[in-house]
């Protein structure tokens, strides 16, 4: 391909960035509007896709509030789109952070066997049994959290369980890690990475437990199909995050994760949420620029 198409396919997808971003939208956000998968939607943003077809970007404009030939005309006739934001590039290279979730912005989801547990009469063990039986397949999409919670029911003597209810009322925002988020959306490209069932991130984000910032990506492990420490969803963290894997920094409370991550070159930070202010302290001065 020449110069000129080359040039073309990266000013659409930059294009699609750039509405995405203005309608207020995630990655995560537009392709479950549009329809698209995780992959598809960051090959276009980054060009790797060649010509995406005139059904994916008109329903990529509609779920931005734009048009196809608003999107055709900024790639053709309008100036070149600046970045909205000056990023930084950190001394040690990183220029895109992924934080997790569950022991780096909120804590004690534990709590919730107990809470369940009490309702039900049963022992917090028994709870914890079952949810660690099946957390992985209900992160993975393979079990939804429908099937979860009659599972959950049926095994403790409930006529029905909500986890999700029980998960969100007892868990704790590690506030620092939100002022942290939130300044480096400031200064970095940045996203979630978590193993997480289908749909808890999008209330977490609602409901003020999750840093409500405009995330360069997702990666729902329910969406991906795969968990922390399996590969898979390392390599769809990295094409979401179009840069080389030695530019990427996770932020995690797990070893085999962390582990995982960098055997491909990624930087890596644990972070111990009970000393969140030392961890807070080692991630800027990691960060620095």
């Not at 392709?31 to 980054?46: D, G």
């Not at 609602?206 to 329910?222: E, H, M, Q, R, T």
Request: hydrophobic residues 45%; charged residues 20%.
């Amino acid at each position: 391909m020449n110069e000129v198409g080359v040039e073309k396919e990266l000013q659409l997808g930059h294009a699609i960035a750039v509405a995405r971003k203005k309608a207020g939208l995630t990655q995560q956000e537009l392709c479950a509007q549009a329809h698209l998968s995780y992959s598809t939607l960051a090959k276009i943003e980054r060009g790797a896709i060649k010509t995406p077809s005139v059904f994916t970007v008109a329903a990529i404009a509609a779920a931005t509030g734009t048009t196809v030939e608003a999107l055709a005309g900024i790639q053709t006739a309008q100036a070149p789109i600046t970045p909205q934001k000056d990023y930084k590039t950190a001394k040690n290279g990183v220029t895109f952070v992924y934080f997790d979730v569950n022991g780096v912005l909120v804590r004690f989801f534990q709590r919730a066997f107990t809470a369940l547990a009490s309702d039900a009469g049963v022992s917090a063990d028994a709870v914890e049994a079952l949810f660690w039986r099946y957390n992985d397949e209900v992160n993975k999409g393979t079990v939804s959290v429908d099937e979860f919670n009659a599972i959950l029911a049926k095994h403790i003597g409930l006529e029905s369980v909500s986890w999700k209810d029980y998960y969100l009322a007892n868990i704790d925002p590690i506030l620092e890690m939100h002022e942290c988020v939130a300044w480096a959306s400031e200064h970095y490209r940045i996203g979630l990475m978590s193993n997480i069932m289908p749909g808890f991130l999008t209330d977490m984000i609602a409901g003020g437990l999750l840093p409500n910032v405009p995330y360069d990506a997702i990666v729902d492990s329910s969406q991906v199909g795969a968990i922390k420490p399996e590969i898979e969803i390392y390599n769809a963290a990295a094409g979401m995050a179009s840069v080389e894997p030695h530019q990427i920094m996770l932020i995690d409370d797990g070893r085999m994760n962390l582990m995982a991550a960098e055997k491909l070159g990624w930087h890596v930070l644990w972070f111990d949420d009970y000393r969140p202010d030392e961890s807070l302290a080692r991630i800027h001065q990691v960060l620095a620029f």
